[in-house]
């Protein structure tokens, strides 16, 4: 069955970076982008970015623009996102999820979130 | 960007209460319009694509229709199960941007 995995959560302080990383399993790993989106505290979900795992381009929120990076590892099936210059804002649960290789596909299976709390 | 405007924000019913959730696209998005359904502690989960294509194993009181840019989820009988909160999110272009999202909760 289709499942994707992610890394366990992090406590890190301010200015730090996190990497995240996102297991997949059960599917062709290169048919389908990951997509990463994350949820403050109480919150709603906000779109970080995507990567296409066969070839490894990406396209990143405008906002998140020259402090995020998203890399995959098409031995492991892996994809990871790396987030810099954290602040307290960035404090949130972060999910990959996965869709198909077509414009306008949904994000169909997720990640179960990995918490990064950001603190001094 | 795209911002999608849902409303309420939250609604208390009962069960098998008629519930209905709206989502306004600030501009045109044609059918791309999905919904979530994300209950405490879990990822969200795909009920609808494409306006109306109801996923697998998504019950069928479950049903979305659109009216330009605007958008319904409705839940015919409310079940125990429906409580959680919905997200609506367009795929029409990037950066994909979701609704504020709605939590139904138990009146």
């Known amino acids: 069955q289709v499942q994707l995995v992610q890394s366990g959560a992090e406590v890190k302080k301010p200015g730090a970076s996190v990497k995240v990383s996102c297991r997949a399993s059960?599917?062709?790993?290169?048919?389908?982008?990951i997509h990463w989106v994350r949820q403050a505290p109480g919150q709603g979900l906000e779109w970080l970015g995507v990567i296409y795992p066969d070839g490894g381009g990406t396209d990143y929120a405008q906002r998140f623009q020259g402090r995020i990076s998203m890399t995959s590892d098409t031995s492991t099936s892996t994809v990871y996102m790396d987030l810099r210059s954290l602040t307290a804002d960035d404090t949130a649960i972060y999910f990959c999820?996965?869709?198909?290789?077509?414009?306008?596909?949904?994000?169909?299976?997720w990640g179960q979130g990995t918490l990064v709390t950001v603190s001094s | 960007d795209i911002q999608m405007t849902q409303s309420p924000s939250s609604v208390s019913a009962s069960v098998g209460d008629r519930v209905t959730i709206s989502c306004r696209a600030s501009q045109g998005i044609s059918t791309w319009l999905d919904w979530y359904q994300q209950k405490p502690g879990k990822a969200p989960k795909l009920l609808i694509s494409?306006?109306?294509g109801l996923q697998g194993g998504v019950p069928s009181r479950f049903s979305g229709s659109r009216s330009g840019t605007d958008f319904t989820l409705t839940i015919s009988s409310l079940r125990p199960e429906d409580f959680a909160t919905y997200y609506c999110?367009?795929?029409?272009?990037?950066?994909?941007?979701f609704g504020g999202g709605t939590k139904v909760e138990i009146k």
């Open positions: 999820a996965r869709a198909w290789q077509t414009p306008h596909s949904d994000l169909d299976y």
């Open positions: 494409a306006t109306s």
């Open positions: 999110q367009q795929t029409d272009s990037f950066p994909l941007t």
């Open positions: 059960g599917y062709t790993f290169t048919s389908f982008y």
